[in-house]
Each structure stands twice: as C-alpha cells, then as structure tokens.
T-cell receptor, first 111, second 115 residues
Framework: SQQGEEDPQALSIQEGENATMNCSYK?????LQWYRQNSGRGLVHLILIRSNEREKHSGRLRVTLDTSKKSSSLLITASRAADTASYFCATGGWEGSRLTFGEGTQLTVNP | EAQVTQNPRYLITVTGKKLTVTCSQNMNHEYMSWYRQDPGLGLRQIYYSMNVEVTDKGDVPEGYKVSRKEKRNFPLILESPSPNQTSLYFC??????????????FGPGTRLTVT
C-alpha cells in the first residue's frame, strides 16, 4: 500500500511564484525523500530529510518535516518554467530496505 | 557517467509473448529494484534485489520474474504478458541495501503496451 500521499494532486502557478507541495504518511519513518520526474522520464532525487531533522535547504528547495503530524512539505521558491514536473515524496522505514512512494503532485509553472 | 540503463525504451507486444526488459547499472550498487507507474496509483514496487542471487517480492509481483546473476544487471521477465501489465516501468538502484536513506538512481523508463 502507498505510504505517502501528496497534496495537491496538481498545482499551476506563474513563473516567479513559490510552489508548496505537501506529503502525509501513516507510519513511523527513518527518512523522507523528494524526487522529481519530468514527463515520462525517470525520477531524480532532490533532497532527503531524516526523522530527527525539522528543516532542510538545497538551493531553491526547502523541505520541512513534522513527525508529530506525519507530514512534510516541499517549497520551491522563485519557480521557473523548467520546474514543471511531477514531484514525489518517498518514505523509508526503520526496518527493511523498502522506499515507498506517493502518487505525486503535478506542478505546472507558466511562463 | 554514473547511470542506470534500461532496454527497450518502448515496446508493443501481444498477450502471451514472453519478453524481457533489461536493466544495468555501472555504479557497483548492491540494491536494485523494479517499479511500475500507473495513473492514479503512483509508483509500485514489483521486485527488488539486495545483492547477487538475493531477490524478493515487492507490492505487485504477480506476473513478473526477476534474476540477479551479476551485480550490475537485474532483468525483468514477463513470461506471459497480459494487457493489465501495460505500464511504464522503472529500474532503480542504490549503493547499499540496508541504507534506505541513500539516494535511489532511476533508469529512463520502459513504456510497455500489451495488446
């Protein structure tokens, strides 16, 4: 079963605006990762946040994690048309090797 | 260049005709995995391998087989494909099987259509 659920399913914004995507999960996690997928292509790793971390930055990306609410958010600041893609959260548990993906948020950045 | 390659990228076949999708990685990774991606269902894991000769079922293994005879290769075999296996397939790898926090590297995908 899917662990992560992204919200919203689709998001359309103008270039220069910020984009925020949310991910909720059900069980205790070791880490949470965000991946990006351009249309029909392979996923690319963006950023990882561990369960003992609350916030992490990488360039224009900011990820937060609230383990008490079992949720994470991905903020892309000053978005560009090239950021148009699907964004997936993936959770890693404490046992085993499984990384479980959500269904993704489709982000469209209009020039 | 570090990469995961898959072949073929596109395949149209008929019900019941055995096929193999190859996957190869050049990073000496222990862990390899196959996913299928379907609209509204996200990515679902089919099979994974923790190392050579060690494979196990994921969430949706029915109708698929895998093997891991060499560290770099992890082929996905459909013995008798059916239309419900029409999907976009991804192979992925990561350095260590026991470090779920490590980044996974994905192949470019194989779009399979079974008629």
């Amino acid at each position: 079963s899917q662990q992560g659920e992204e919200d919203p399913q689709a998001l359309s914004i103008q270039e220069g605006e910020n984009a925020t995507m949310n991910c909720s999960y059900k069980t205790s996690i070791n880490n949470l990762q965000w991946y990006r997928q351009n249309s029909g292509r392979g996923l690319v790793h963006l950023i990882l946040i561990r369960s003992n971390e609350r916030e992490k930055h990488s360039g224009r990306l900011r990820v937060t994690l609230d383990t008490s609410k079992k949720s994470s958010s991905l903020l892309i600041t000053a978005s560009r048309a090239a950021d148009t893609a699907s964004y997936f959260c993936a959770t890693g548990g404490w046992e085993g090797s499984r990384l479980t993906f959500g269904e993704g948020t489709q982000l469209t950045v209009n020039p | 260049e570090a990469q995961v390659t898959q072949n073929p990228r596109y395949l149209i076949t008929v019900t019941g005709k055995k096929l193999t999708v190859t996957c190869s990685q050049n990073m000496n990774h222990e862990y390899m995995s196959w996913y299928r991606q379907d609209p509204g269902l996200g990515l679902r894991q089919i099979y994974y391998s923790m190392n050579v000769e060690v494979t196990d079922k994921g969430d949706v293994p029915e109708g698929y087989k895998v093997s891991r005879k060499e560290k770099r290769n992890f082929p996905l075999i459909l013995e008798s494909p059916s239309p419900n296996q029409t999907s976009l397939y991804f192979c992925a790898s990561r350095e260590r099987w026991d470090r779920v926090s490590l980044e996974q590297y994905f192949g470019p995908g194989t779009r399979l259509t079974v008629t």
